[in-house]
């Protein structure tokens, strides 16, 4: 089950389908209007994906009623607010919780709210069979909430799709990207000071693929960002394969599908100083508006030889540790510690689990 569907969280999904065949697949989602619609409803791996309202209210209603036509052995729910309303109306059900981010560690919101959002997350934990976290440090996070045997780190990985062909650009400049959607979570007002501050130092491209709020994707154009609007997956990768440069400028997060996909393109990457990246042992990193220009500048074709070769060594050790084995392995322990049968599963005789990774009811 998901409420808010976006982007990230719809692969992660399908990955997690993926990585079980063995199951039967049921998912209950909503879409967040910010985003692109759902592009699954056709993919194999699925029984059944049902699309409903993102009103918390209808939409816990349908959790109950697809809960009560599927029967599901374990309900897989992603993100805060699915995790909440599964949690809360389900109380017998075997409910695995994947936050992709817990709400608590937002910077947009007052104190207040999100010491509300720590109690709600520490109440609910009574209620949480199991939690796949998707980011060492998510999991670090839930291991203060609920009991840490019941805690479980399922890598996030890349795209599993063939890595595109560099594009030849008649632009001479070097290519530096962002991604992702245009929200105060991604701190896209740090990409456009980038642009204002390599100005007379580095004669560079700068490109935002994605989407989102309209001031703030109007202030990085206002600053010589292109910003692409949503492109499907293989535009948006074929975009990012063509640069030099990814630069994550988030504040707040999980484990970023954007910074894999990037280092399986052996594209370099330049991170924000925050504990999720620090998980990642990650070199690349910075804080603050000075140190990001200067980072830049050394990680460029022509700049410092050496920084770039640690970058593309990142890269490679990460692409290595988020793999599509080792997130199978730890899915399906984590299923396993709910549902023992997961132990003795075999492809070929799948047992009636819903592993709703999105599913609405189980």
């Not at 976006?6 to 879409?31: F, I, K, N, W």
Request: positive net charge; hydrophobic residues 45%; charged residues 20%.
């Amino acid at each position: 089950m998901v409420h808010g569907l976006g982007s990230g969280v719809e692969r992660v999904v399908g990955d997690y389908v993926a990585a079980t065949p063995e199951a039967e697949h049921h998912v209950l989602h909503s879409t967040d209007p910010s985003c692109h619609g759902a592009s699954w409803a056709g993919s194999a791996g699925f029984s059944s994906v049902r699309e409903v309202p993102g009103s918390p209210w209808r939409f816990a209603r349908e959790v109950r009623r697809a809960r009560r036509d599927l029967s599901p052995d374990i309900v897989h729910a992603h993100s805060s607010v699915a995790g909440a309303l599964v949690r809360t109306l389900l109380p017998r059900a075997h409910v695995v919780y994947t936050p992709h981010c817990f709400a608590f560690v937002r910077r947009d919101v007052r104190t207040t709210t999100r010491a509300a959002f720590w109690l709600v997350e520490a109440l609910l934990g009574r209620r949480t069979a199991a939690l796949a976290a998707c980011s060492a440090h998510e999991a670090a996070l839930g291991r203060r909430l609920i009991r840490p045997h019941r805690v479980h780190y399922v890598p996030n990985i890349a795209s599993l799709a063939p890595a595109p062909a560099r594009v030849v650009d008649e632009d001479p400049r070097p290519s530096v990207v962002a991604m992702g959607r245009i929200a105060p979570q991604k701190a896209p007002e740090s990409f456009a000071a980038l642009a204002e501050d390599l100005r007379g130092r580095a004669d560079v491209r700068l490109t935002w693929i994605g989407a989102g709020s309209a001031e703030q994707t109007a202030a990085l154009r206002a600053a010589g960002v292109e910003v692409t609007g949503w492109l499907d997956h293989d535009a948006a990768t074929a975009r990012l394969a063509a640069a030099d440069l990814y630069v994550h400028t988030a504040r707040w997060e999980a484990t970023p599908l954007t910074v894999l996909e990037a280092a399986r393109l052996e594209v370099p990457v330049l991170a924000r100083d925050t504990a999720p990246m620090r998980a990642l042992d990650l070199r690349g990193t910075w804080s603050g508006r000075a140190q990001l220009a200067d980072a830049v500048v050394a990680a460029l074709p022509d700049g410092d030889v050496a920084t770039a070769a640690g970058l593309r060594a990142d890269g490679r050790r990460l692409s290595d540790a988020h793999s599509p084995q080792r997130q199978r392995e730890a899915l399906r322990a984590c299923y396993a510690s709910v549902l023992p049968a997961w132990g003795d599963v075999r492809t070929t005789e799948p047992p009636h689990v819903n592993s709703e990774t999105q599913k609405v009811s189980a």
